[in-house]
T-cell receptor, first 108, second 114 residues
């Protein structure tokens, strides 16, 4: 069964802290997406990964294909980073399978 | 980058009426569009996959007569919630493949049925 597990479910941190969100999946994948959903509901695609590491500003995403694991890191976190972060995986060429999301709150 | 415009952002309707939600791909052709539903504090649940010019494929448990999907052109897909009831109140969001394994998402529609 194609499964995606995400942790933690909730994360509260102080402004400036280094944040890590984890995603594990059950079988081989074609691609993994990290998504950001703000309180208004709209979803922004942050990264798409098939291997290695990507960086955009303060955000870094890594994936380990052998361990079937990906992490999203936020450096120098800021209150505006507060959102729900969702890991979504493409198994083969099928539909995206979503993790349950991580609700991140950054306190000033 | 590829953008999907979703309208309306929110809608309140009376029980028994129908509501149409539109998703338009603004700068690319979306041959496939996905429609999701999201309950509070839960993840996205795929309702159906629509392909331009053909019938939508619905996920198990989704009533195709209640949630009508039309994908008549490469830039427009619509979801119509027919005879809406309060239990249909939810957040609906669309997404489209943008080439390769990329996806882009609409901004979502919050439906409240009173």
């Amino acid at each position: 069964k194609n499964e995606v597990e995400q942790s933690p479910q909730n994360l509260t941190a102080q402004e400036g802290e280094f944040i890590t969100i984890n995603c594990s999946y059950s079988v081989g994948i074609s691609a993994l997406h990290w998504l950001q959903q703000h309180p208004g509901g709209g979803i922004v695609s942050l990264f798409m990964l098939s291997s290695g590491k990507k960086k955009h500003g303060r955000l870094i995403a890594t994936i380990n294909i052998q361990e079937k694991h990906s992490s999203l890191h936020i450096t120098a976190s800021h209150p505006r980073d507060s959102a729900v972060y969702i890991c979504a995986v493409l198994f083969g060429n099928e539909k995206l399978t979503f993790g349950t999301g991580t609700r991140l709150t950054i306190i000033p | 980058g590829a953008v999907v415009s979703q309208h309306p952002s929110w809608v309140i309707c009376k029980s028994g009426t129908s509501v149409k939600i539109e998703c338009r791909s603004l700068d690319f052709q979306a041959t496939t569009m996905f429609w999701y539903r999201q309950f509070p504090k839960q993840s996205l649940m795929l309702m159906a996959t629509s392909n331009e010019g053909s019938k939508a494929t619905y996920e198990q448990g989704v009533e195709k007569d209640k949630f009508l999907i039309n994908h008549a052109s490469l830039t427009l897909s619509t979801l119509t919630v027919t005879s809406a009831h309060p239990e249909d109140s939810s957040f609906y969001i669309c997404s489209a493949r943008t080439g390769g394994f990329g996806y882009t998402f609409g901004s979502g529609t919050r439906l409240t049925v009173v």
